[in-house]
């Protein structure tokens, strides 16, 4: 997929120091940040961070023969006097605004997945569950700011079949943010936790923030999030007037107890054979759990979403990302390897599931 002269223009302002000659002939293959991966036909964007600073490598990013590149006003003394190059304000900005032109160009369905627990591994089964349309694209390990969001978005092919987005904050507004530089077709919410209470204070915050995402949510796309959370729904209401689909696990138990018939999606977990009954299916997963089942039945409403059709019975063999759901079994030991900045509310699902395998 190419970027040309006139859509960067677009987005960006006016090249500088084009000769007219070239005018028709400047295309770029692909958005780059990283000097050390930069092809020559791709566009360099200089953005500092917080360990470096890419204007630092510019005279690297030339000698790769790139033909423009973006930079901040003020450090146009680092190039040649004849190069062209975009000036901007804030190349971070710059950098998320072609991003979003690339999502423009993506006629693809985009999954974004936000929450306190739970939304790498919500993410991982979206993925598996999805690639009965295709090739998935998902966001790599914790590629889920304002950086990661965007080259993923970036690195998505025409070939790719839906785009799945993970989404974290460090403060209110940096979802929305988010959100206005991808603009999902689906959003799911997992959960409302304390992970961030440190940084917004209070859990009302933590719920506002989350619900950011549905800011510039496909006016036609739903939000899928956990039933019995009232505070929750309330706040939603606020940012997004659009479908909502509740979602809520019981234990297999309930299934024909009497409870309040409503429009929610239940799912049934049986947790002597790892079993989830959603309508009239069963699925089989890898990862133990009631909180794994939990995750699951976001990935099953997506996937409904998106017109995929299921057996009455599905199994599905999900991969262990490094420091979630890794089991390690000795002779006499189990441990259960929940690493990865864990939150209070994983660290008891962990204790949890353990205490019932100890207990069989």
Not at 301 to 327: T, Y
């Amino acid at each position: 997929m190419e970027f040309s002269l006139l859509e960067l223009n677009n987005v960006l302002g006016d090249i500088k120091n084009l000769n007219e000659g070239k005018r028709d002939f400047l295309k770029f293959k692909n958005i780059s940040i990283d000097s050390r991966t930069l092809l020559k036909n791709d566009l360099f964007i200089a953005i500092k961070g917080k360990n470096f600073d890419g204007h630092s490598f510019l005279s690297e990013v030339l000698n790769k023969g790139v033909k423009s590149v973006v930079i901040k006003k003020g450090m146009q003394r680092l190039l040649p006097s004849n190069f062209p190059y975009w000036v901007v304000n804030d190349t971070l900005e710059a950098f998320q605004k072609l991003a979003l032109l690339k999502r423009k160009k993506l006629n693809i369905p985009i999954v974004a997945i936000t929450g306190s627990v739970g939304k790498t591994t919500t993410k991982e089964m979206i993925g598996g569950v999805l690639n009965k349309l295709g090739r998935i694209k998902l966001s790599h390990a914790n590629f889920n700011n304002e950086i990661g969001v965007g080259l993923t978005i970036l690195a998505t092919e025409m070939k790719d079949k839906a785009l799945v987005l993970e989404m974290g904050m460090r403060g209110l507004g940096q979802i929305e943010n988010l959100s206005k530089y991808s603009e999902p077709d689906i959003a799911v919410i997992t959960n409302i936790g304390t992970a961030h209470i440190g940084l917004l204070g209070s859990k009302k915050n933590i719920t506002y923030a989350k619900c950011e995402i549905s800011k510039y949510l496909n006016p036609e796309g739903v939000v899928i999030i956990p039933a019995n959370d009232p505070f929750l729904e309330k706040t939603l209401k606020e940012f997004w007037k659009g479908r909502v689909i509740k979602v809520g696990l019981l234990n297999i138990e309930n299934q024909k107890e009497n409870f309040k018939k409503d429009d929610n999606l239940r799912g049934f977990y049986n947790p002597s054979n790892k079993t989830i009954l959603i309508e009239e299916n069963t699925f089989e997963i890898s990862f133990e759990g009631f909180h794994n089942a939990s995750n699951f039945l976001f990935a099953y409403a997506v996937a409904r979403e998106l017109g995929i059709d299921f057996a009455s019975f599905n199994k599905f063999d999900f991969v262990s990302l490094g420091g979630r759901n890794k089991i390690l079994k000795s002779v006499k030991t189990t441990i259960y390897d929940e690493s990865y900045n864990a939150s209070p509310e994983s660290v008891k699902a962990c204790i949890k599931n353990l205490l019932e395998k100890t207990e069989k």
